[in-house]
């Protein structure tokens, strides 16, 4: 088992800036992809940014030059610095950990509200 605990999450006004952080704990595969998902009120989860325990990077093209993903793999713990913050990034926050090629090895945690007043 894993476990995730976000923390960082809150309001703040447009073009401000937020850090949200993800500690994973338990049985940590040594190869494995972090990342953040967001889901606003009505609509589906998606992907805001994902990392690998290699560095590798992806982001949603709605958020690429403003979000930005790292990761300690020391800490196990993975990291979204979002800065010039807009009202359509209001949503709540998950972290997932997951290995591609083992299915059953896919966690999240609990989210984290991100509120993005105009």
């Known amino acids: 088992q ?4 976000e923390s960082g999450g809150g309001l703040v006004q447009a073009g401000g800036s937020l850090r949200l952080s993800c ?10 992809v972090m990342g953040w998902y967001r889901q606003a009120p009505g609509k589906q989860r998606e992907l805001a940014a994902s990392i690998s325990s290699g560095g590798s990077t992806n982001y949603a093209d709605s958020v690429k030059g403003r979000f930005t993903v790292s990761r300690d793999n020391n800490k196990n ?10 009202p359509e ?6 972290c997932r950990i997951h290995v591609p090629w083992e299915s059953e090895y896919d966690y999240w945690g609990q989210g984290t ?4 007043s105009s």
């Open 2 to 5: 894993v476990q995730l605990v």
């Open 77 to 86: 713990t993975v990291y979204l610095q979002m800065s010039s913050l807009k």
């Open 89 to 94: 990034d209001t949503a709540v926050y998950y």
């Open 113 to 116: 509200q991100v509120t993005v």
């Open 23 to 32: 500690a994973a704990s338990g049985r940590i595969f040594p190869s494995n």
